[in-house]
């Protein structure tokens, strides 16, 4: 059983508790999620984190209360070889800690730098990792779970996800951008010439949110045991 916690700070996290589930099914694994409100929630039994998308400062002002952001940050440091998967604001707080902490990834990171909320918008972006396929013939995509309004996750398939140079359906929601210029982490996502997903290591940070497209990809790479 994998224990996979998601930071409750503030954003789209049930979403990703949603999508780590599909991505569970898909690859036949049984997980638990843990739920990090408090600095106590966060412990070395964690396999992997998720740091969701939502509004940074925002996060770091409530995270103030209970400590939950440096005892994240802490637990990355401590914990290298574990996967950390960043969304959004999630991967400007991997680029950016604040207090002192040397970052995560070594991209600058921009906030809000598509421009206001209603210039947010969905474009299919190249992907360039590896990640295990679903197990779909044990789990046909009738048996992926409901959601809380009991509908069943639209799975946007954009392209050939087997690994590799594929595609996915990227949501950009007043997205960050990365400095593409001064990118030194490994690149493995792209709109255009854009850099929109990098990994250090067992550290991905993205600019979009996977999480509301139906389609588990990253949160498969997450679980799998390969980075
Ligand atoms: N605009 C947000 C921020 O600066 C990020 C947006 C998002 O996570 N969708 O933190």
């Known amino acids: 059983m994998l224990s996979v916690g998601i930071a409750m700070i503030q954003g789209a996290r049930h979403e990703h508790g949603q999508a780590v589930q599909q991505a569970a099914e898909e690859l036949g694994l049984e997980i638990e999620i843990i739920y990090l409100r408090e600095q106590d929630d966060v412990s070395n039994e964690l396999d992997c984190i998720i740091l969701p998308g939502g509004e940074s400062t925002t996060m770091r002002l409530v995270s103030t209360n209970h400590n939950v952001l440096p005892a994240i940050f802490d637990w990355i440091k401590e914990n290298p070889e574990k996967k950390v998967l960043g969304t959004c604001a999630g991967a400007i707080l991997l680029s950016n800690p604040g207090d002192g902490i040397e970052p995560f990834i070594q991209t600058g990171i921009s906030?809000?730098?598509?421009?206001?909320?209603?210039?947010?918008?969905?474009?299919?972006?190249?992907?360039?990792?590896?990640?295990?396929?679903?197990?779909?013939?044990?789990?046909?995509?009738s048996q992926l779970p409901l959601d809380k309004d009991d509908h069943r996750p639209l799975v946007v398939r954009t392209g050939d996800h087997d690994g590799f140079e594929g595609s996915f359906n990227g949501v950009f929601i007043r997205a960050p951008r990365f400095d593409s210029e001064s990118c030194t982490d490994q690149v493995i996502a792209k709109l255009g010439e854009e850099v929109v997903g990098v990994k250090s290591g067992n550290i991905l940070a993205l600019t979009f949110h996977p999480e509301l497209t139906g389609d588990a990809f990253f949160h498969r790479w997450l679980l799998q045991n390969e980075s």
């Open 111 to 141: 906030r809000n730098a598509w421009g206001r909320q209603r210039m947010s918008f969905e474009a299919e972006i190249d992907v360039d990792l590896h990640v295990k396929e679903p197990d779909l013939e044990s789990k046909p995509l």
